[in-house]
């Protein structure tokens, strides 16, 4: 049964770049599938950030593009988020989660989510 | 980009009731619309794909439907434990993914 964790700083300054990383157990991330990560600002919906193949290739929400840096190290199961130039708006709680594949872009399962705060 | 626009964004309902939510596309998206649901302080939970595909293990009281741009969630019997937030997701234009604003469900 696959299971995805985030980790990383629940804390970032402002300007300052946000790096998370989603672990997977229990299914190898370069067999198949993509990989994505969603995140939910403080009490509002859900918001797409990007998705990465194990081959290394990504698409990214137009709107956050600029900002994101998603990478994939197959030697250790794991697939990380950058997001540069952080403001408070990018407070949030960040998920990471498998995507079932190009032609079927549902997500699961999901991480638990883990609560990145920008303030300095 | 697609905007999906659902409502009611909340509803109060009692147990046994039939609940509907409905979800609108800002233009066609065939059938590519998933439902998930998300419990108070957890993760989402795909519960539908491709507007009427029930996920493995999803209680069949959970159902989807509609094409195009109007899209309908349903829970026939509302239980106790289906009190949650539920999320449209369209990906007709991938790169473009889009979440619906939600549907808070309460019991009455």
């Known amino acids: 049964q696959v299971q995805l964790q985030e980790s990383g700083p629940g804390l970032v300054k402002p300007s300052e770049t946000l790096s998370l990383t989603c672990t997977v157990s229990?299914?190898?991330?370069?067999?198949?599938?993509?990989w994505g990560w969603i995140r939910q600002r403080p009490g509002k919906g859900l918001e797409w950030i990007g998705t990465?193949?194990?081959?290394?290739?990504?698409y990214c929400n137009p709107s956050l593009k600029s900002r994101v840096t998603i990478s994939v190290d197959t030697s250790k199961n794991q697939f990380s988020l950058n997001l540069s130039s952080v403001t408070a708006a990018d407070t949030a709680v960040y998920y990471c989660?498998?995507?079932?594949?190009?032609?079927?872009?549902?997500?699961?399962?999901w991480g638990q989510g883990t609560l990145v705060t920008v303030s300095s | 980009d697609i905007q999906m626009t659902q409502s009611p964004s909340s509803l109060s309902a009692s147990v046994g009731d039939r609940v509907t939510i409905t979800c609108q596309a800002s233009?066609?998206?065939?059938?590519?619309l998933n439902w998930y649901q998300q419990k108070p302080g957890k993760a989402p939970k795909l519960l539908i794909y491709?507007?009427?595909n029930l996920e493995r293990g999803v209680p069949s009281r959970f159902s989807g439907s509609g094409s195009g741009t109007d899209f309908t969630f349903t829970i026939s019997s509302l239980q106790p434990e289906d009190i949650a937030t539920y999320y449209c997701?369209?990906?007709?234009?991938?790169?473009?993914?889009?979440f619906g604003g939600g549907t808070k469900v309460e019991i009455k």
């Open positions: 997701q369209q990906y007709d234009k991938v790169p473009s993914l889009t």
């Open positions: 990465i193949y194990h081959s290394g290739s990504t």
């Open positions: 989660a498998r995507v079932m594949g190009w032609y079927s872009n549902w997500f699961d399962p």
């Open positions: 491709d507007a009427s």
């Open positions: 233009q066609d998206i065939n059938n590519y």
């Open positions: 229990g299914y190898s991330i370069s067999s198949r599938y993509y």
